[in-house]
């Protein structure tokens, strides 16, 4: 094979997929998809304004904790990472920084990110990262290249964001109003709301609550009362699902404490213990899983992280800049006892859980069939891989444990969770993986080529089925 041959062969069309069958999956059936993307950290106010970034550092560079990582552990000095240094010569670290990813799914994503956007087909390095910026640049000026174009482009049907419950929603309220193609929708992410090991900053939170609520929260009741009158609102604005990040769910038999009595000592600036902490957790949370099947939202859990483990960092840089890690606590016992209590009233809602420790994808797999009872077709859902496992091998193994204990053929399939807008070839990267599982298997003699029932299963997981699991309809909004 000659040179040219073998550069071509990089990122072409049947990039990842192996065989006849899987392109078939791919090219007739999974590409054109448009995506659901309901679990990302995108910017509603960004959207709302149509935004247009003033260069590709901006949207590219600007959040990406994985790109920073990285260039920490080349020895770039954070003067190029979240420091000082303009945006030109951050993107030219960068390019300097990404022949050295290989073997990293940063390879992968920043050529097909390049690619997909902006036509750019040749690879990324230090001879041509002052090109690529200023051609970046020049096109991202253009009306194609606002975020609702960006979004276009990816052929990106409906958004939901991260919001917290004292979010005004203005931004989410106002681009309802303009009827665009697009559907965005809030995500009710109440962590904060439970956030006791931090006696101060939680007493703030309340202030906000209260505020937003119009509340007066001096009691567990009064703080449920207002958490349930921002469902409400939310409710109102189209939100239809809720979101949570946990090192694990919390379980407890019985009224191990007073959580009336532990409220107060919160009030009073009494710090709690790790015990009476989780309780606290377990209570609140509990109470906000009712609220949620009584609206008939979809509830997702992300469980495992090891978050802000560098002091040092944390101090000068604060949280989310690249400083987490997987985490290895325990899962099976206390999620078994959290989800039965709810499923014991009948009021467990739909749910989606994702691991960050791949140590747990079989403990997911088997518990979701725990609590599945037929009245919705994967009411339970082993989300998607999340985070280190939103990679090639990450997302192949939550595939195959899912298919080996589960029901592959009702997975509601992949989002970015991602702060950028140039980030969307994720779902094209899942889509690619998907397709050549199935094409392998054929090609193994271990599935029959039946192209119409494939490709029926395949645009489910990729589209439908994501599209009937949750109820996103404009009419939804209350404005």
């Not at 379980?251 to 107060?264: A, K, R, Y």
């Not at 088997?366 to 280190?388: A, E, L, P, R, V």
Request: with cysteine; charged share 20%; hydrophobic share 35%.
């Amino acid at each position: 094979m000659s040179l040219a041959a073998i550069q071509t062969s990089f990122l072409s069309e049947d990039f990842l997929l192996q065989n006849e069958y899987a392109r078939i999956l791919y090219h007739n059936f999974a590409k054109s998809l448009p995506i659901i993307d309901y679990h990302n950290h995108l910017s509603p106010k960004e959207i709302n304004q149509n935004k247009k970034f003033e260069n590709i550092s901006k949207v590219w560079l600007a959040g990406d904790h994985y790109k920073w990582r990285a260039m920490r552990t080349l020895g770039i000095d954070e003067h190029f990472i979240t420091g000082k240094a303009s945006d030109e010569e951050k993107f030219l670290k960068w390019g300097h920084t990404v022949p050295y990813t290989m073997r990293n799914p940063l390879y992968h994503w920043s050529h097909l990110e390049l690619k997909r956007y902006f036509g750019l087909n040749g690879l990324l390095d230090e001879s041509s990262a002052q090109e690529i910026y200023n051609t970046c640049n020049e096109k991202l000026q253009g009306d194609g290249f606002s975020t609702l174009g960006l979004l276009g482009q990816m052929n990106v049907e409906t958004v939901c964001s991260t919001d917290d419950p004292t979010d005004s929603l203005e931004d989410h309220i106002s681009f309802a109003q303009k009827n665009k193609p697009l559907q965005l929708y809030p995500a009710f992410r109440p962590d904060k709301s439970f956030a006791v090991e931090n006696v101060a900053t939680y007493r703030d939170y309340l202030d906000r609550l209260s505020q937003s609520s119009g509340v007066s929260i001096h009691s567990f009741d009064s703080l449920l009362e207002a958490l349930s009158l921002r469902i409400d609102f939310f409710h109102n604005h189209g939100c239809r699902l809720s979101d949570h990040g946990l090192e694990q769910l919390y379980f407890f038999e019985g009224d191990e404490f007073n959580i009336d009595s532990l409220f107060q000592h919160v009030l009073q600036g009494k710090s709690l213990s790790l015990a009476e902490v989780q309780f606290f957790k377990y209570k609140t949370l509990s109470e906000l899983c009712k609220m949620y099947h009584h609206k008939g939202w979809v509830q997702q859990f992300h469980l495992g992280a090891l978050r802000n483990t560098n002091s040092r960092s944390l101090k000068v840089l604060g949280p989310d800049t690249g400083f987490d890690s997987i985490g290895d606590f325990d899962q099976a016992s206390a999620m078994a006892g959290f989800l039965n209590e709810l499923d014991s009233t009948d009021q467990l809602c739909k749910t989606v859980l994702y691991n960050l420790n791949p140590r747990d994808n079989e403990i997911l797999a088997t518990m979701i069939g725990n609590f599945n009872d037929g009245s919705s077709k994967g009411k339970i859902q082993f989300g998607s891989g999340w985070w280190y496992l939103d990679q090639k091998d990450g997302m192949e193994k939550q595939l195959n444990t899912l298919s080996n204990m589960g029901l592959v053929s009702c997975f509601i399939g992949m989002l970015t969770d991602s702060r950028s807008f140039l980030s969307f070839p994720r779902h094209e990267y899942f889509r690619r993986i998907l397709c050549n599982l199935f094409g392998n298997d054929v090609a193994n003699g271990e599935l029959p080529w039946d192209e119409k029932w494939l490709g029926k299963l395949i645009s489910d997981i990729c589209y439908h089925n994501a599209k009937n699991y949750f109820d996103f309809d404009p009419s939804n909004y209350k404005i």
